[in-house]
C-alpha cells in the first residue's frame, strides 16, 4: 500500500484584475484521505476545488501551484490538452447541479461510456459491459433501460448517481465533490453521501469535498480545512476542529449553523438514538 | 457561487461597433442624399452607358442607361432605411403585443392565434406581396407592407416564447401578489424582459426586408421607374451580367453591407441590454 | 391559543388567518401525443388545515410533496380543483385575479431564490414599490426607505439594481417588499434555502423578528426540518399531495406519530450525530484495522 501525498496545493491564489479571491492556500491530500472544505459561499472554496480539477475559468489568474503525484503538469497553469488527460482519468468531479453535467442529447449510457473510451481504457464494447456495472454499484434501479434513458428522463437524485458512475469510471485517485447533495432531497441525501463514501473507497479514491453544511461534511471526512476571505484559517481533524473551534470564524459558523433552540437538544439527539 | 462571478468591462463589444459604424454609414450617406449626390440620380449620361469606375467623372461609372451608379447607390439608401422601417416597424408593432398576449393568455383565442399564425409561417411572403400588388396595385409601399405582415407570426413566436419564460419566473409572481393586473404586469415586467429578443428579430427582419425590397423590385413589384432602389439597380440591370457585370456588383455589395450590418448591431445591441451580461 | 370562535361572532379577528379545507388540485399532464389519453396528477389531494392567526406555521414537505402548490393556492396564484381556501374568514373560491385586492392587502410573499424573484431591469426602489403603487399608498418613497432600513439595507440600495447586491441582500430586498405593504399574512417560500449558513442565520433572524415587531402570521413552506423547527410553533408535513401530519412543533419532533415523519427527521444531519460517526471511524482506525465491523478500512486491509 502506497502513502504519501496524492495532492499538493502549494502556495495557491487566484486573483481577477487585482482583486485577491483565493490568498496562499497551502494543503495536501493523502492517499485515502478525505478532506473536507467548509466555509461561506464567497470564501474561494469553489474556486479552491476548480483549480485543483484544472477548471479555472478564463480570465482568472493563479498564482502558486497544484501537483497530483504521478502528473507533471501543474494543474492550476496546465494547457487545456494536458489538463484533459488527468480530468475523468486521474480526477472524478461531482457538481452540485447534476443536470448541468450531463449531456442532454446522450443517453445516460453512451455518456458513462464515454469518459473510459476517451481517456482508452477501455474498448467501446468492453465500456458498454463496464457501464452497466457502475450503474448498478451507484444504486440505479434497471441499470439497462437507464442506459437507454436521457437525462431530463431521471429525477435529480438519479442523475446525481449517474454523474458519480462517470466520476468514478476510470478509477480516479481523487475524487472532488462540490455540494453534491445541496439540491436533493433531505431523504435522498444521506444516501447519496453513503454511496460517495463506499463508491470513493471501493476505488481507492481520495476525497476532496466541499460543502456549506457542516454536519454533511462531519459525516463524510476525515480533516477538514476552513476557508474564509480566501484563505485557510483552520485546519486539522473533523473531531477537533468541530467540537472545539478555535478561530473565531469557525466558532461563527458553527453558531450559525446550529438551529436548534440550546434548552431542546438533549431531546434532539434521543430522537435520533 | 459569488467565487465565479468575473466582473465584466464596460468596453463595447466588436459587433456592436461594427454593426453599429455601419448602419451609420448607412444613415448618414441616406441623409446627405437628400442634399447631394454626385449626379442627379435622374441625369443619363447618352455618351457613356456602362462606363467603367471612374469615366468621365463617374466615381463607380455608370449603369446601362448611363446614369450615375454612386448617386443612385447613396439614393437607393434612402428606400433600404424606408421599406426596413416600414416593413419592420409593422411587423413589430403588431407582432410584439400579440406575442405578449399570446403568452401570458395561453388558452382559447391565444390557442387560435397560434395557429392562425403557424398558418401565416407557411405562406410564402413574396406571395403575398404580390396578391398585395394585385389588389392595390404595384408600388414599394404595398410590396414593404407585405413583407410587413408576412413578419408578424416569427414576432409573435419569437416574443411568445419569451413572454412565457418571463411568466414563470417569481418577480411575475411577486408582481401578481403585489397585485398588479395583466396589463401592467405586461408593460412593466415582461416588455422589458422580452425587449432583446424583439431587438434580434428586428435586426433579422430587417435584413429580410432589405433583401425582399431588392427580390420584388427585381421582378418589377417594388419601388417605381423613378425611385433609386439598390434591388431595382440589379433589376434594370441584369442584362449586363455578361459584358458590364461590375455593375451589378455595387448594388449587391451595398445589399450585403447592409444585411450584414444590421444583424451584428443586433446581435451586440442584445448582449448590452441581456442583464446577465450587465456586470456593471 | 386562540379561543374558538362562537357561531354568532362575525369578527374578522376570530377566524383563522387560513383555513383550507377537503382541498384537491388536479392538473392535467401534457399529452405525449394529439392522440394520447390525457392523464391527471393530484399535487395536493384531499388537504385539509387551518393556520391561527399569529401562528408561525410550518409546512414541510420534499419535492413533489405539494407544498409549493398549496403555497400559490393561499396566496391565490392558483385555484383549487375542489375544495375551499379562506384567508381572513373569506373564501378565495372562484374569484378572479382582479377580485383578490383584500388578499393583496394582508397577504405577502417572500421567494426562495433571491435573484429570480427580482426583475433584473428595476430598480430595487420601484422592485419595492410595486406592492404600494398598486394599493394607492400615497407617500411611497417615504415607506420605501422605511421598508429598506427595517431589513438592514443602506439608504442609497433603491437606487441600484439586483445584481449589485449580494445573495444575503438580495433576499432583504425581497422581505422589503413583502413588508411595505404592511401585510398581515407572510409567506416564506423555502425563503432561506438558496442562502449559506452563515447568511440563513441573519435571514432567520430577521424574519422572526419582523413576525414578533408586527406581530405577522408566518407562514413558513421548506423541505429543512431544521430551519423549521427552528420557526415555526406548529407544523404540517406533507407527502405526495397528502397531509401527512400535523400538530405542534415540539410534540411532532419530539414524538411523530407517522412513519414517514420518522424517516424525514432521521434523514437530517446533524453535527452532533455526524461527530459521533466521525469519531467511530477514528477510533477504529486506531484501534487497528482487524476490527470485523470497520467497513472503513476494508479495502485497504484485502
Known amino acids: 500500500m502506497t502513502t504519501g501525498a496524492l495532492l499538493t496545493v502549494d502556495h ?221 484559517v483552520e485546519q486539522g481533524s473533523v473531531i477537533d476542529v468541530l467540537s472545539d473551534p478555535q478561530h473565531p470564524h469557525t466558532r461563527q459558523l458553527l453558531a450559525d449553523s446550529d438551529l436548534s433552540v440550546p434548552d431542546t437538544l438533549p431531546a434532539t439527539v434521543e430522537d435520533l438514538g | 457561487m459569488t467565487d465565479r462571478k ?89 407582432g410584439t403585443p400579440l406575442g405578449i398576449l399570446a403568452g401570458m393568455v395561453r388558452r382559447g383565442p391565444a390557442e387560435l392565434l397560434m395557429r392562425v399564425t403557424d398558418l401565416m409561417l407557411a405562406f410564402p411572403a413574396l406571395l403575398l406581396a404580390l396578391v398585395f400588388a394585385t389588389i392595390w396595385g404595384s408600388s414599394l409601399t404595398t410590396a414593404m407592407t407585405a413583407i410587413g405582415v408576412a413578419s408578424i407570426p416569427s414576432f409573435i413566436r419569437v416574443v411568445r416564447s419569451g413572454t412565457v419564460v418571463v411568466m414563470t419566473t417569481d418577480y411575475v409572481q411577486a408582481a401578481r401578489v403585489a397585485g398588479r393586473r395583466r396589463f401592467a404586469i405586461a408593460a412593466r415586467h415582461v416588455l422589458p424582459n422580452v425587449m432583446g429578443l424583439v431587438i434580434v428579430q428586428v435586426s433579422v427582419s430587417y435584413a429580410i426586408a432589405i433583401l425582399a425590397e431588392a427580390a420584388l423590385s427585381y421582378l418589377g413589384l417594388g419601388a417605381g421607374p423613378t425611385t433609386a432602389s439598390w434591388g431595382r439597380m440589379l433589376y434594370e440591370n441584369s442584362a449586363a451580367l455578361t459584358y458590364a457585370p461590375v455593375i451589378l456588383i455595387w448594388p449587391g455589395l451595398a445589399i450585403a453591407l447592409a444585411v450584414l450590418g444590421f444583424n451584428l448591431l443586433g446581435d451586440g445591441l442584445r448582449d448590452r441590454l441581456d442583464p446577465r451580461l450587465a456586470g456593471r | 391559543m386562540n379561543s374558538p370562535a362562537s357561531p354568532v361572532e362575525t369578527d374578522d379577528s376570530l377566524h383563522p388567518a387560513v383555513e383550507i379545507t377537503d382541498v384537491w388540485r388536479r392538473f392535467t399532464r401534457p399529452k405525449s401525443s394529439p392522440f394520447a389519453r390525457t392523464s391527471t396528477v393530484d399535487a395536493l389531494a384531499d388537504v385539509s388545515l387551518s393556520i391561527p392567526r399569529g401562528s408561525r406555521f410550518g409546512i414541510v414537505g420534499e419535492s413533489g410533496s405539494g407544498k409549493t402548490t398549496l403555497m400559490r393556492l393561499i396566496a391565490g396564484l392558483d385555484q383549487a380543483t375542489s375544495g375551499t381556501v379562506k384567508v381572513g374568514g373569506t373564501d378565495l373560491t372562484g374569484l378572479r385575479e382582479g377580485q383578490l385586492g383584500f388578499l393583496r392587502k394582508s397577504l405577502q410573499i417572500v421567494f426562495q431564490d433571491p435573484m429570480g424573484s427580482l426583475d433584473p431591469r428595476m430598480r430595487v426602489r420601484n422592485i419595492v414599490a410595486e406592492p404600494l403603487q398598486v394599493q394607492g399608498i400615497r407617500d411611497v418613497d417615504a415607506a420605501v426607505a422605511t421598508a429598506l432600513e427595517q431589513v438592514g439595507l443602506p439608504p442609497d440600495a433603491g437606487r441600484r439594481y439586483p445584481h449589485q447586491f449580494s445573495g444575503g441582500q438580495r433576499q432583504r430586498i425581497s422581505i422589503a417588499r413583502a413588508i411595505a405593504p404592511e401585510p398581515e399574512i407572510l409567506l416564506a417560500d423555502e425563503a432561506v434555502s438558496a442562502l449559506d449558513v452563515t447568511v440563513r442565520a441573519q435571514i432567520l433572524a430577521l424574519l422572526e423578528s419582523i413576525a414578533m415587531e408586527r406581530q405577522l402570521t408566518l407562514i413558513f413552506v421548506s423541505h429543512d426540518l431544521a430551519v423549521v423547527r427552528r420557526v415555526c410553533d406548529q407544523v404540517a408535513v406533507l407527502q405526495n399531495g397528502r397531509l401527512i401530519e400535523t400538530g405542534p412543533t415540539e410534540s411532532l419532533y419530539r414524538s411523530p406519530q407517522q412513519r414517514y415523519t420518522r424517516e424525514l427527521l432521521a434523514a437530517v444531519p446533524t453535527l452532533a450525530k455526524s461527530l459521533a460517526a466521525a469519531g467511530a471511524r477514528q477510533s477504529a482506525r486506531g484501534a487497528g484495522v482487524t476490527s470485523a465491523d470497520s467497513t472503513d478500512e476494508a479495502g485497504s486491509t484485502a
Not at chain 1, 90 to 112: C, D
Not at chain 1, 163 to 168: C, G, T
Not at chain 2, 7 to 30: F, K
Open chain 2, 6 to 94: 468575473i466582473e465584466r468591462g464596460q468596453r463595447l463589444s466588436p459587433t456592436l461597433l461594427i454593426g453599429g459604424t455601419i448602419v451609420a454609414a448607412i444613415v448618414l450617406v441616406a441623409v446627405v442624399s437628400f442634399f447631394w449626390t454626385p449626379w442627379s440620380t435622374i441625369h443619363t449620361d447618352v455618351n457613356y452607358p456602362a462606363a467603367g469606375p471612374g469615366t468621365a467623372g463617374h466615381f463607380l461609372g455608370t449603369d446601362t442607361r448611363g446614369r450615375d451608379i454612386a448617386s443612385l447607390l447613396m439614393a437607393g439608401s434612402r428606400t433600404t432605411l424606408y421599406v426596413g422601417i416600414l416593413a419592420v416597424g409593422i411587423a413589430a408593432v403588431i
Open chain 1, 12 to 232: 495557491l491564489s487566484i486573483a481577477v484584475g487585482s482583486t485577491e479571491l483565493v490568498n496562499d492556500v497551502s494543503f495536501v491530500i493523502e492517499r485515502d484521505e478525505r478532506l473536507g472544505i467548509i466555509g461561506a459561499s464567497g470564501s474561494g472554496k469553489t474556486l479552491t476545488c476548480l483549480a485543483v480539477a484544472g477548471l479555472l475559468p478564463d480570465g482568472l489568474k493563479a498564482t502558486g501551484s497544484v501537483h497530483l503525484d504521478g502528473v507533471h503538469t501543474d494543474l492550476a497553469h496546465g494547457a487545456e490538452r494536458q489538463l484533459a488527460r488527468v480530468r475523468g482519468l486521474r480526477i472524478g468531479t461531482v457538481f452540485q447541479e447534476p443536470m448541468t453535467a450531463l449531456n442532454p442529447t446522450m443517453t445516460i449510457g453512451r455518456q458513462v461510456a464515454e469518459v473510459m473510451v476517451r481517456h482508452r481504457m477501455k474498448t467501446r464494447k468492453a465500456a458498454r459491459a463496464t457501464t452497466l456495472e457502475l450503474l448498478t454499484s451507484t444504486g440505479l434501479p434497471d441499470p439497462e433501460r437507464m442506459a437507454r434513458s436521457y437525462p431530463h428522463q431521471l429525477s435529480g437524485v438519479q442523475r446525481q448517481r449517474v454523474v458519480l458512475a462517470i466520476a468514478i469510471a476510470n478509477g480516479p485517485d481523487l475524487l472532488i465533490c462540490d455540494e453534491p447533495t445541496t439540491a436533493l432531497d433531505v431523504t435522498v441525501q444521506a444516501r447519496v453521501l453513503e454511496l460517495i463514501a463506499q463508491q470513493s473507497r471501493a476505488v481507492r479514491a481520495a476525497l476532496l469535498f466541499i460543502s456549506h453544511d457542516l454536519a454533511v461534511v462531519a459525516s463524510i471526512c476525515d480533516r477538514v480545512l476552513v476557508m474564509w476571505q480566501g484563505r485557510i
